[in-house]
Structures are given as C-alpha cells and as structure tokens.
C-alpha cells in the first residue's frame, strides 16, 4: 500500500507543481523582461490529418530556456492554454477567469509539458433555443495553437501547428 498523505496534488493549470521555496526565491531575482524572452512554447498534434470527430492530441511543452529559475507574470489567472483557429478551448463559451495577475514559475532549465484532447467540435453557446451545440470542425485546415498568457505576447510565449478534417 502506497502511503499518499503527503503527496502534493496536481495543481489546477495541468502541470504537476510541487513548491521549492530556493527556486522561487531565486526565480524574483531574474527581471521579467528576462524571464520573458527565457520562455519558449511548442505545440504539436499526433496526426496532421484527421476524420470528422476524430479526437486530436494536442501536446503542449513550456521551456525555461535559461539555467536559473524564473517567474514570468501573466495577464491573468490563466497562465497557459491552447485554441483551435482562435477560440480558446474550441468553446465560445464565456470562462470566468479572474482578471488579476499570475506567476508561471519554472525551475532552471525546466520544461513542463501537458496534453489535452480535443473532440474535433466547437461548442457554441446561445443558439436558437438558448441552449448549447456542439458543432464538427468543417472539413478543411484548422489552426491548433498553444500559448502562455502573458500581457503582450510575442512569437516565444506562442507556438501554432496546422491539422487537416478530411
């Protein structure tokens, strides 16, 4: 029997956290203008072409590329996600995500990395009916991207990969 009363939980951004208290010490060292440019995005799907409703895996990585920790501030509550052609989470749905400001921390050299799957379908919200749909990608070229929520992003803090519905 394995003994989990002192295991930290997953937090809630996808990426297993534990607390080291020196890297986050040393990561306020580091200027943000630093850790910013330090941070590099990828995204990556496990196919490039897919059938209608078809699941697509979206990998997601976060490099540190410096070899001291950092603390990069973000916009908001929301410190990473991913979009399909722009609508984050393929929903259109409105997410209460706080407005203040939050810290990605990464230790040194760290690369964190998350999946997610998403069903080949948009949800729209207030139809007809008032109720929710969900509707299938159109067949065609989609844009999958991943990105970190940083105030004034640039091409480090967002990667994008294209997919195909045939």
Known sequence: MVDRRHETPPD???????????TAALGR????????????VSVRTDADTYAPDEPVTIAVSIRNRLPVPIEVP???????GW???GIVEAT??????????????LRAGETRRVTATWNGRFRRTG?????????????????????????E???????VTTIRIR
């Open 83 to 85: 979009a399909v052609d």
């Open 12 to 22: 809630r951004t996808g990426f297993d956290e534990t607390t080291n208290y020196l």
């Open 153 to 159: 992003p640039d091409g480090r803090h967002e990667d």
């Open 92 to 105: 259109d749905e409105q997410r209460h995500v706080r407005s203040e400001r939050s810290t990605l921390s």
């Open 127 to 151: 139809g007809a009916d008032g109720l929710d749909r969900s509707v299938p990608a159109e067949p065609g070229t989609h844009t999958v991207a991943a990105f970190v929520g940083v105030r």
């Open 29 to 40: 060292v580091v200027p943000h203008a630093v850790a910013r440019r330090a941070v590099a």
């Open 74 to 80: 973000t916009a908001t509550r929301r410190r990473w």
